[in-house]
């Protein structure tokens, strides 16, 4: 926060007044120069008015850490992040001397509490108001500017070639055919005329031709370092940048002394991402390397998506920003000083206890519309860190998806189920956002007898997902506790179609007749790769490899830290038929005693467990989602 022994006039609410500053050349030594700016007071109304608004990461502001500088002649101190930006933009961006600049730090004043909420709460107007926005990522180095540069080449052309358009099955076929149709060695003859030639074409294929993009580029000319470190700096998960720049009207990123039209920094790192996207690098062994040293989608961040989405008509939902299902690119998705600030830089409002009513808010949007991105069955419990500790079961810790993404995904990721369709949720008006309890109307189904052990689950570091220790000892477990014998039967296909989620059942070859339907054959051969039998690969049918070649029974090693479990009817029990025993998966919190749910609108069962607290009149303590063979299709049973 800024200090200052400025006194600053009150701004007008009834015509949305705000301050714009203008900064003047450093005076005094060079190597301690003494920034001053010009204040003044403009009205938001007024049409005439331009000015540009600064984006930047605040950073830490200690009492010993402010560096003076001047106001209207007066002495002002701000933080020395701030002041290192401010010398930064008038040295690499070439601020001219009469531009007028919005700035929170300076610009609001700080000290006084009811015109920071109110200035606050402008502050989408202001930045959509503004001609430009400087986006200060921070101090730059050999490698960002080398970076920078190469950016600053290839982003027009980059943005000409529709890099920024969305990216479809189409235009993917069309840039691959063309690379796959020219010789790997560019030359001069006439780069037209190939199947699937286009603007797209050409610049994808001359941009995997690009040397600065592999590992053995010369010393001094790789680019793929610097990249990452522009892209991993603190500004891209700073919570507050979301609406600066999705707002914005017209934005530069400034790294160091470089700076770049944010357009074409997106442009540029769109397109080598769409090279990985459309598989380019295994149309030829020499392309095998390219971008090797960029792992995932780094450029993915909330703001770009959040500006992506307004620049193509697209509303901006909350749940498309915090939902982020996507392993963090080494450094967070998303991060807040104060975790309030998660919902608060989003939503523009602080009510109290925000994660909770903003929770409350995204699972009555995804009730109200059946594609939205977040429902109930999303929620996943685990440990709450510890300054969220008293959230209630059913609220995510946000601020720890904002760090690494969704660290245990929901049984449901991804699948089409349908285990309450037809049945639709009802909310009261009158529900208290912020309360601990959630009501929602549903059926019981079962109660849960028996649990196994989870398997051990290991990450290679703190970025990477994790994974299976030992997948096989896993399989020989399950095998172990459901009581299979030493011979492989149809009558155990429940167990492999509930690791695999049903998935198989899809895993067909496709000919000009549609869909092959699975046959018996198909479903042997599940059980065989279960059961770790041999295999010839030679001797495989087509249905079997189209099975292997696309991976499908990798899904089993993606289960994630979901246990297998089994639970029992009452009325089953009592006619003692335990051979109907159902069969799922839980999340790891499950154990003996829970039951099994269906709530309504929720596309899987969920797993509850009754609480006995007089204080709050009972209840339940939400486990998360399940499936439970049998009944994941309100209409249909999956049959492997």
């Known amino acids: 926060m800024s200090a200052c022994t400025y006194i600053y006039q009150t701004l007008s609410r009834e015509n949305d007044e ?7 050349s450093p005076t005094g030594h060079s190597t301690d120069p003494r920034l001053s700016l010009e204040l003044r007071h403009e009205s938001l109304t007024n049409e005439s008015i331009h000015y540009a608004a600064l984006s930047y990461v605040w950073g830490s502001s200690p009492s010993e850490d402010l560096v003076e500088i001047e106001v209207n002649g007066g002495p002002f101190l701000v933080t020395r992040n701030l002041h290192a930006e401010l010398i930064r933009l008038l040295g690499c961006t070439g601020c001219a001397a009469d531009s007028w600049l919005w700035i929170d730090a300076i610009c609001i004043n700080q000290s006084d509490t009811s015109e920071k909420s109110w200035q606050v709460s402008q502050m989408g107007t202001i930045y959509s108001r503004a001609d430009l926005v400087y986006m200060m990522t921070g101090s730059g180095s050999a490698e960002t500017d080398r970076a920078m540069d190469f950016i600053a080449r290839i982003g027009p052309r980059a943005v000409s070639a529709g890099a920024l358009d969305p990216w479809t099955g189409e235009k993917e076929e069309e840039v691959r055919t063309y690379v796959a149709a020219r ?50 700096k603190d500004y891209w998960h700073r919570i507050w940048i979301t ?55 780094p450029h993915a961040t909330m703001a770009l998506i959040a500006r992506r989405r307004r620049c193509r008509g697209k509303p901006i939902r909350l749940a498309d920003l915090v939902c982020q299902h996507r392993v963090a690119p080494n450094r967070p998705h998303y991060s807040a000083t104060d975790p309030r600030d998660i919902f608060f830089a989003l939503l523009g409002q602080d009510p109290e206890e925000v994660h909770i009513a903003a929770t409350r808010a995204l699972i009555r949007d995804g009730d109200l519309h059946q594609n939205w991105q977040f429902h109930l069955d999303q929620c996943v419990r685990m440990k709450k860190s510890e300054r969220l500790n008293n959230l209630p079961s059913w ?29 639709i949720p009802t909310w009261t008006v009158d529900d208290d956002m912020t309360s601990h309890i959630l009501r929602r109307p549903g059926c019981y189904v079962d109660v849960i007898t028996e649990v196994m052990p989870p398997p051990r689950w290991v990450q290679d570091d703190e970025w990477t997902a994790s ?4 997948p096989v000892a896993w399989l020989q477990s399950i095998i172990k506790f459901v009581g299979l014998g030493p011979d492989s039967d149809p009558a155990e296909d429940y167990v492999w179609r509930t690791l695999l989620k049903g998935r198989q059942c899809t895993a067909h070859v496709s000919n000009s007749n549609g869909p092959t339907p699975t046959t018996q054959d198909i ?43 089994t639970s029992r009817s009452p009325t089953s029990c009592a006619a003692g038929h335990t051979a109907k025993a159902m069969f799922g998966l839980g999340h790891v919190a499950i154990k003996p005693g829970d039951i099994v749910t269906l709530l309504w609108g929720i596309r899987s069962p969920i797993i509850l467990r009754p609480r006995n607290d007089d204080a709050i009149g009972g209840g339940y303590t939400f486990l998360g989602d399940a499936y439970v063979d049998g009944i994941m299709q309100a209409t249909t049973t999956v049959q492997l």
């Open 18 to 24: 705000v301050r714009l500053l203008q900064i003047h």
């Open 183 to 232: 010789p790997f060695s560019p030359s001069q003859e006439d780069d037209r005329g190939y199947e699937g030639d286009s603007e797209r074409s050409r610049f994808m294929y001359d941009l995997v031709h690009e040397q600065c993009l592999y590992p053995w580029s010369p010393p001094g000319e790789n680019v793929c370092t610097g990249i990452l470190e522009t892209l991993q």
């Open 243 to 297: 609406q600066e720049v999705a707002l914005a009207r017209c934005a530069i990123v400034v790294c160091g002394e470089r700076s770049v039209p944010l357009d074409d920094f997106e442009g540029a790192l769109t397109a080598i991402f769409q090279c990985h996207y459309a598989g380019l690098f295994l149309l030829a062994s020499e392309y095998y390397y390219f971008g090797w040293e960029l792992p995932g989608s």
């Open 395 to 423: 609220v995510p810790d946000w601020e720890g998806i904002g760090k690494r993404g969704i660290s245990v995904y929901h049984i449901g990721y991804s699948d089409d189920f349908a285990a309450t369709a037809g049945k």
């Open 467 to 470: 994974k299976i220790e030992d």
């Open 523 to 565: 479903r042997g051969f599940v059980r065989r790769i279960m059961r770790q039998e041999p295999i010839d690969a030679d001797g495989l049918t087509p249905e079997e490899a189209e099975i292997v070649r696309r991976g499908s029974m990798a899904y089993l090693y993606h289960l994630l830290t979901w246990r297998p479990l």
